[in-house]
């Protein structure tokens, strides 16, 4: 099965060229990429762990992939030192009200404590999501998956409803996006503006830390505060 991993680079390489020039939210390159990948997989009997065994090296890239983020925010120390307090406290807002209304979200809609723990931080990347999720009390692989749909719903919806919304501040839009979107939603960031991106990924890093150190603190009251409603 040596074939997958070319075919998975050649398949996301086509698409993205693809979607510079048809230029649409809609057509995200990581979504149609998977819309593509699945029905070959189906038809050429390959199941899951083959394939990611096969593609493996793509994952080990991603930690290295986060860390390019990091060069568009060194280019703008200065104005980050600039306006420091204001960009704590919102991402700081961002990171609690993201925790409270996923929480709130699954136990208005009956979602058990388990649930919720994995829903909670949705809105961090993957393996902080994974560890908070586990620590808490939630399962592992569904945080996994809503911090995914959460980037790609982020990556597709998020400039369209900065725009609807007549924000066009590139600090605002990109703090925004990284705080909700993680990665996925920095990426489209910096595609679509650099600077953008640069406060994106400043607002990843930001809401991660964030969540980290107040989600142990933020979900027990929660349950709390819906056990006595």
């Known amino acids: 099965m040596i074939w ?3 075919l998975t680079v050649c398949v996301f390489l086509i698409i993205r060229k693809l979607a510079f020039k048809i230029k649409t939210p809609l057509f995200n390159p990581l ?3 998977v819309m593509v990948l699945v029905p070959i997989m189906i038809m050429s009997q390959t199941s899951y762990s083959e394939y990611v065994n096969n593609v ?12 390019a983020l990091a060069f568009p925010l060194y280019e703008l120390i200065p104005q ?8 704590i406290i919102i991402t700081f807002s961002a990171s609690i009200a993201s925790m409270i209304t996923g929480v709130s979200i699954v136990f208005w809609l009956g979602g058990n404590t388990e649930i919720a723990a994995s829903v909670l931080p949705k809105s961090v990347t993957t393996a902080i999501a994974v ?4 620590n808490e009390g939630g399962v592992p692989s569904i945080a996994a ?3 995914i749909l959460v980037g790609t719903l982020g990556g597709i919806f998020g400039h369209q409803i900065l725009n609807i919304a007549k ?11 990284g705080a909700v979107s993680h990665a996925v939603g920095t990426a489209r960031c910096i595609e679509v503006d650099y600077n953008e991106g640069a406060y994106s990924s400043l607002s990843l890093v930001l ?8 989600a142990p603190f933020i979900f027990p009251i929660m349950v709390l505060i819906f056990d006595w409603l």
């Open 31 to 33: 979504v149609i990429s």
């Open 167 to 177: 924000i066009k501040s590139a600090s605002a839009r990109g703090l925004s996006i």
């Open 145 to 147: 998956l809503c911090v």
């Open 80 to 87: 980050i030192k600039a306006r420091w307090k204001s960009i």
């Open 56 to 67: 493996d090296i793509i994952n080990k890239l991603l930690p290295y992939s986060v860390v």
């Open 4 to 6: 997958m991993l070319p």
């Open 131 to 134: 560890t908070i999720a586990n």
């Open 207 to 214: 809401c991660g830390i964030m969540t980290s150190l107040t």
